[in-house]
């Protein structure tokens, strides 16, 4: 499957932001989704995943409250809502597709390309 990540921009603190991650090449509703974020020096961080179904999520303690991971198959598409974003959360975004339901990358088999979030003050 490959995967297309966009919604990405530049944006105030306090502010919100869509990313989209969009599946071509299989069907997307066979893949359990995550996104993950990588801020310059830093090591990948998972933010959150969504079962193949959409039933179940799990949301980072970090982000819990202000972001949310929802899908619609119909699409093949898997959304990350960022609401009342701060700077800690500029990163690169990358979505993931995989057969495991949990926050480790390597349970992951296809990643997208991410897509550059900046927050500022």
């Known amino acids: 499957v490959q995967l297309q990540a966009s919604g990405g921009g530049l944006v105030q603190a306090g502010g919100s932001l869509r990313l989209s991650c969009v599946a071509s090449?299989?069907?997307?509703?066979?893949?359990?989704m995550v996104w993950f974020r990588q801020a310059p020096g830093k090591e990948r961080e998972f933010v959150a995943v969504?079962?193949?179904?959409?039933?179940?999520?799990i949301v980072a303690d970090s982000v819990k409250g202000r972001f949310t991971i929802s899908r619609d198959n119909a699409k093949n598409t898997v959304y990350l809502q960022m609401n009342s974003l701060e700077r800690e959360d500029t990163a690169v975004y990358y979505c993931?597709?995989?057969?495991?339901?949990?926050?480790?990358?390597?349970?992951?088999?296809?990643w997208g390309q991410g897509t550059q979030v900046t927050v500022s003050s």
């Open positions: 969504i079962s193949r179904s959409g039933s179940s999520t």
């Open positions: 090449g299989r069907t997307l509703s066979r893949f359990v």
């Open positions: 993931g597709a995989g057969s495991q339901y949990g926050s480790v990358s390597s349970g992951y088999d296809y």
